[in-house]
C-alpha cells in the first residue's frame, strides 16, 4: 500500500494501467486530448505490478484497471471520469489540482 501511495504523489494525476486494456487506452487518450500529462503505470510492465494491482484492489477499485488519481486522490476507473468529464467536473479538478492550465 505504501507503494501505491509512493506513485499516487508523483504527479498531479496518476493513472494505473494495463498496456492491454481498451478502457485504460480510452482513459489515457481522454487525458492527452485534455492537454493533461499523467504518470502512467502499466501494471503489466512494471516490477511487481500484480503487488500494485492487488493493492488497488484492496482500496476497493473494481475492476483493478483503469485506476486514476487526481490530487492524490481516488477518482476512480474509465465510469468515474466519464462521469465527471461529461458533467463537465473533469477539467475544473484537473485545473485545481495545477495539472491543467488553461
Known sequence: MERVKKMVS???VVIFSKSSCCMCHTIKTLFSELGVYPSIHELDEILRGKE???AL???GCSPPVPVVFI?????????EVMSLHLNRSLIPLLKRVGALWL
Open 10 to 12: 508523483e504527479k498531479p
Open 52 to 54: 500494485v494491482e492487488q
Open 57 to 59: 484492489a484492496r482500496l
Open 71 to 79: 490530487g492524490g486522490e481516488l477518482v476512480g476507473g474509465a465510469n
